[in-house]
């Protein structure tokens, strides 16, 4: 969870670019983002949430700019036990059994404790499967186990790329739920998602479109500014701004 030692922004960057093939799908981003606080990217496929999340959380190299997470400069060996990242494809191992999966990457943290692992798996509700394989879950509780995987060392920054895809409603309230307590606690949260209706469960918005940040504010701020009580039409407000917000 987050200390005392992490002064200033949780998270930091600077004029970040990221290019691929010609194409720049990180377009000069910069902003902090402040400890204990849920923060949603919203956009739609192809816009660049997924690279900017990589370049924070340093499994991919900027092309130009910089990427800081409790004040170090990513990528950074050292600084990955601080950070927790549910990928938007399943990062679990089919042959495993679920308290495998859970523990392999309990381990890759430094965390050996049986019950840590247990606890993570409880949290998504995969405790009563935990000797049963992965490969015999549904896509539903795949999402769950990547979730334990990436929460399973109590990470100070949690990045999740659209992580409630394939749950189920219930548990997708109970998501929300765990990702307000970990907030509460000082863990600072980044959710990238292209549904609009989840948008109000976090603190802030950063809307992207075409590697850009184009708007960012509170879900009720932006609805303000662009004059409308639906999200999606604000975004859409947004994205044919000229003047967009870098």
Known sequence: MMTSEAAGPAIRATELVKVFGGIRAVDGISFDLAPGRIYGVLGPNGSGKTTLIRLLTGLARATEGTAEVL????????????????????????????????????????????????????????????????????????????????LIHEPAVLFLDEPTVGVDPLLRVQFWGHFRSLAEAGTTIVVSSHVMDEADR?????????????????????????????????????????????
């Open 71 to 150: 004040g170090v400069e990513m990528p950074s060996r050292e600084n990955l036990v601080n950070v927790g990242y549910m990928t938007q494809s399943d990062g679990v191992y089919p042959s495993l059994t679920v308290f495998d999966n859970a523990r392999f990457f309990a381990a890759a943290y430094g965390v050996r404790d049986r019950e840590a692992v247990m606890k993570a798996l409880r949290v998504v509700e995969l405790a009563d499967r935990a000797k049963e394989t992965a490969m015999n879950l549904s896509g539903g509780q795949r999402r769950r186990l990547s979730l334990a995987c990436a």
């Open 202 to 246: 976090c603190d802030e918005l950063l809307f992207m479109r075409s590697g850009v940040v184009i708007a960012r504010g509170t879900s009720g701020e932006l609805r303000e500014r662009a004059g409308t009580d639906d999200l999606e039409h604000a975004f859409l407000h947004f994205a044919g701004d000229v003047e967009v917000t870098r």
